[in-house]
């Protein structure tokens, strides 16, 4: 199979697309947490969702445990899709907004940056980490801290056939975002926009607003009601936000929050 092929799914291929709104999934998640997105966005935008490794029709091959060989394999598959110029953005909900973050480092030093990067439910790489790393605990003690997240989390802990699939993926997700040092602080030149839940126990809105200094270029903050996973009861405004971003990025005033 293509390397772009295992890595991105195309749920709704557009054969002229306007923009392309490539999507990464939290830790422990799959492409196709991204799937209904393909019924809402725009026709003219082509929805693309990276499958990590380790999961769904890539379950056999083992999971990737460090940012950079992730970050690394994910801006090469993404390589061919970029080849006739259409413009496109990254969007990330929490791993999945860091790796997009190192994939736009990336692309930034190819040449081939991306419209916008949007960063969603996650602090920014630099956020001191205080805790105890929770990807050297016992299964039952993992478990317990990724359910305060609720959402994905609490219904994936609920199922114990779906739960003995996904372990082996989420304790690796842990281990990398837990092991994961950025290796430099230089701001990227792509704008970005980072959303957050106001009751998202894993960051604040202060926090979320401190990506603004990840980013020489446009930043902006959204803020939604809800908690780690406010992207699927508001993801319809989400993703007008989002379009309408990059529509008018042009003419955006750098901050803000709503």
């Known amino acids: 199979m293509p390397q772009t092929a295992r890595w991105l799914k195309r749920y709704r291929p557009v054969p002229a697309p306007r923009l392309r709104l490539v999507c990464l999934p939290h830790g422990g ?63 990330g909900h929490s791993m999945g907004a860091t790796v997009a973050y190192e994939v736009t480092r990336r692309l930034e030093a190819r040449g081939t940056a991306p419209r916008h990067l949007f960063v969603s439910g996650q602090a920014t790489p630099f956020k001191e980490r205080t805790a105890p790393p929770l ?53 990227l030149t792509t704008p970005v926009t980072a959303y957050v839940g106001d009751t998202d126990p894993g960051v604040t809105p202060d926090e979320a607003a401190a990506w603004r200094a990840t980013t020489c270029g446009a930043f902006t903050l959204r803020t939604f009601e809800g908690g780690h996973f406010f992207l699927t009861d508001h993801r319809d405004a989400l993703l007008a936000d989002i379009v309408r971003s990059i529509t008018t990025a042009s003419a955006s005033p750098a901050g803000g929050a709503g």
């Not at 082996?168 to 997700?173: E, G, I």
Request: aromatic share 8%; hydrophobic share 45%; proline share 9%.
């Open 135 to 187: 990807h050297l605990e016992d299964d039952a003690t993992l478990l317990a801290g990724v359910r305060a997240y609720g959402g994905a989390y609490e219904s994936l802990v609920d199922d114990p056939d779906l739960l003995e699939v996904v372990l082996p993926s989420l304790r690796a997700d842990v281990r990398l975002m837990e092991t994961y040092r950025p290796t430099t602080t230089a701001p």
């Open 29 to 91: 998640g799959t492409a196709s947490f991204f799937r209904p997105w393909a019924d809402v966005l725009p026709q003219e935008v082509e929805p693309a969702a990276v499958q990590y490794p380790g999961r769904q029709e890539r379950l056999a091959e083992s999971c990737i445990e460090a940012m950079d060989p992730l970050a690394d394999c994910i801006a090469e598959a993404l390589h061919p899709l970029l080849a006739d110029d259409t413009p496109f953005a990254l969007f």
